[in-house]
């Protein structure tokens, strides 16, 4: 589904990644995790083209999303994002986040949209929130409400950039839920996540990155269990 070849990126002298070389199947889970600054957010935004690579390519579903012709906003369209911080509309229900690109890009009808808006808060656990506004809702409320739009677009890939990090402890369950359904689902995903015991359990594959260089990548019973780096020791040893 995702092939990754020799990526770099540099903001001016710092080099943020420092050639990345992978491939994600069709279905599979990846859980990216590493120290702070390690270049993960770097590599999932490179993945959607919000950071232009300074290197290599990327392939997606067969596309090079990396050559200057492709059409950078159909396969944006492709992939769902989503961030730590939720970025909803505040100025539209729950219903109408979710709906409105649906609408805008991908010329569903409103009702269609609204129809399909309602199954996926059915899905995320949140079918009586539809038209109440963001503000009125629980972090772990508007970050699901973020997943339910991403998917109102119907990716083939989705990308969690620590979803669960600016959420109090005791809304990360409920978003965690919702990611693992997904991942279940079938969904090719990669999660960029400080929940150890998450990656351990939901993912099929880790993605150890250091100093933007994707240091290992194994089953996560493997690399919990025995690290084959130091790097990968030693960050193990701080977080657990
Ligand atoms: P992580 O997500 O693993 O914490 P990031 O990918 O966010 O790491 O950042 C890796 C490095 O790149 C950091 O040193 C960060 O300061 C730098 N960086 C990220 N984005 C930019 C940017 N837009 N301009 C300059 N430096 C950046
Ligand atoms: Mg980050």
């Not at 959607?48 to 012709?69: A, F, Q, V, Y």
């Not at 109102?152 to 969690?160: E, I, R, S």
């Not at 939901?202 to 130091?230: C, M, N």
Request: hydrophobic share 40%; glycine share 8%; net charge neutral.
């Amino acid at each position: 589904m995702i092939n990754v070849e020799q990526l770099t990126k540099s903001f001016g002298k710092l080099e943020v990644l420092r050639g990345i070389t992978t491939s994600v199947e069709r279905g599979e889970v990846v859980a990216v995790i590493g120290p702070s600054g390690s270049g993960k957010s770097t590599f999932l935004r490179c993945l959607n083209m919000l950071e232009t690579p300074s290197g290599g390519r990327i392939e997606i579903d067969g596309i090079e999303i990396t050559d200057p012709k492709t059409d950078i906003t159909k396969v944006r369209q492709r992939i769902g994002m989503v961030f730590q911080h939720f970025h909803l509309f505040p100025h539209m229900t729950v219903i109408d986040n979710i709906a409105f690109a649906p609408v805008k890009v991908k010329g569903l009808s409103r009702e269609e949209a609204r129809a399909k808006g309602l199954e996926l808060l059915r899905r995320v656990g949140l079918e009586d929130k539809a038209d109440v506004y963001p503000s009125r809702l629980s972090g772990g409320q508007k970050q699901r409400v973020a997943i339910a739009r991403s998917l109102a677009m119907d990716p083939d890939v989705m990308l969690f950039d620590e979803p669960t990090s600016a959420l109090d402890p005791e809304m990360v369950k409920e978003v965690l839920s919702v990611i693992r359904d997904l991942a279940s689902s079938g969904m090719t995903m990669l999660i960029v996540t400080h929940e150890m015991k998450f990656a351990r359990e939901a993912a099929d594959t880790v993605y150890f990155l250091d100093g933007g260089l994707l240091i290992e990548k194994a089953k996560p019973e493997e690399f919990f269990t025995r690290p084959q780096s130091e790097r990968a020791a030693r960050f193990l040893e701080q977080v657990l």
